[in-house]
């Protein structure tokens, strides 16, 4: 559960989740932000429920926001739904400025579709060849992102200033497979050397009481990270 707070509304709020999954972590991360009460409902990804399936029948995946019974599907989505559905609750996550908003849009959608996007490949590669350019293109956008917290933060502690927001969920929900990346592939992604502002965001981030207890154990996630391999080359074997 999460902090205590969010009222009556708050009493409402289900998440529809997996624990390795960063998209379903940064929901979790922005309603403890929020201080919203919430039941948090792991999901079976391998058999999924008959919930979810009704829930979000044109992706059938979590993360899904139950509010009041009603389904909201998609992460980013589901982080701007709690601002306006609950702009008094705790802080907000969107910034006010529409400039600002529409940066930070920008660099989360950056977060999902380049960062996400190669580090699926540099995991699921059916060649080497394949796995290694992937990783390049993951260190490469770690390094984008570097230079985007240098823009964003104001040379403050976080991508919205002073406090956690937007990009910083929207990211705060991979710091655990950042970290576990050297245990599952032997290279270290949040390296002092290289992203030195991004390796010391992520110690920043991780020790907020929003993302304690939602960022999964590394040793855990190289363990799924091996099942999800096994079967991926198990599938490709067949065909």
Request: proline residues 5%; negative net charge; charged residues 25%.
């Amino acid at each position: 559960m999460a902090a205590a707070g969010g009222g009556g509304d708050g009493r409402q709020l289900r998440v529809l989740g997996a624990w390795p999954s960063p998209f379903v972590n940064r929901v979790r991360m922005a309603l403890h932000l929020k201080e919203l009460e919430y039941e948090n409902v792991e999901e079976d990804i391998t058999n999924k429920s008959e919930l979810l399936l009704a829930s979000n029948p044109v992706h059938k995946k979590v993360p899904v926001l139950l509010h009041g019974g009603r389904p909201v599907a998609e992460s980013l989505i589901i982080v701007e739904y709690l601002d306006d559905a609950f702009p008094d609750a705790g802080r907000a996550v969107l910034p006010a400025d529409p400039y600002e908003r529409a940066v930070a849009r920008f660099w989360a959608a950056y977060v999902d579709g380049k960062l996400h996007g190669a580090m699926v490949m540099a995991l699921m590669g059916t060649t080497e060849e394949e796995r290694a350019a992937a990783t390049a293109d993951v260190f490469a956008a770690l390094e984008t992102l570097e230079g985007a917290f240098t823009e964003c933060s104001g040379g403050k502690g976080f991508f919205a200033g002073n406090a956690p927001g937007y990009v910083d969920v929207a990211l705060g929900g991979f710091i655990g497979w950042l970290r576990a990346w050297d245990k599952i592939t032997g290279a270290k992604l949040l390296d002092a050397g290289r992203t030195p502002l991004l390796d010391a965001w992520a110690e920043r981030f991780a020790s907020l009481d929003a993302a304690k207890g939602v960022i999964p154990d590394p040793d855990h996630l190289a363990e799924f990270a091996k099942v999800l391999q096994a079967r991926s080359s198990g599938a490709a074997a067949s065909n």
